[in-house]
């Protein structure tokens, strides 16, 4: 026998829980880094603006303005840290892959607090949000080996713990 799904359960009728205020806080930053990276658009406008964004309100602004401050002041490294694991020179990245996989790594070396694959599957989101087709799963695959190198223990652990 065949049993129907009523008009009020149909899947794509299920609402999606609310995002957190940390997971605003990563979009406005990733579109803070875009405007960065490819409007060249300065720290201070970006922070400037972002606060009439619509939904920032629900967003963590600390995390945010830590976040985006740090991403920038820390470039160099972020880059340098991602450049090993990548195919290609960074440069030549979607603008919006560089700077997710900018964050991811950010948020990797510095808050130790956030376990790697919230880090990751939150990079996984923004990326199916922003990004092209398939370039969540290149994101996946870059931070997965950047978190071998950054968070080592973290990472044996839970191998240790799937056998």
């Known amino acids: 026998m065949t049993t129907f799904l009523s008009d009020s359960e149909h899947p794509q009728d299920v609402k999606a829980p609310p995002k957190s205020a940390r997971r605003r806080a990563r979009e406005f930053v990733l579109q803070g880094l875009y405007q960065w990276r490819v409007g060249g658009a300065d720290e201070a406008s970006i922070e400037a603006y972002a606060p009439e964004m619509e939904g920032f309100a629900k967003a963590d602004r ?12 820390q470039q160099e490294k972020l880059i340098e840290q991602v450049s090993t694991h990548i195919d290609r020179p960074f440069n030549e990245l979607s603008p919006v892959e560089a700077c997710i996989l900018m964050l991811g790594s950010f948020e990797m070396l510095n808050h130790a607090e956030t376990p790697y694959r919230v880090i990751i599957n939150e990079a996984i989101e923004l990326t199916k949000a922003f990004g092209g087709t398939d370039g969540h799963k290149y994101v996946n695959g870059v931070l997965d080996k950047v978190a071998a190198i950054l968070r ?10 799937k056998k």
Not at 62 to 73: D, M
């Open 62 to 73: 600390e995390f945010f303005v830590g976040t985006l401050r740090g991403v920038i002041s």
């Open 152 to 161: 080592p223990d973290e990472v044996a652990a839970r191998k240790q713990a």
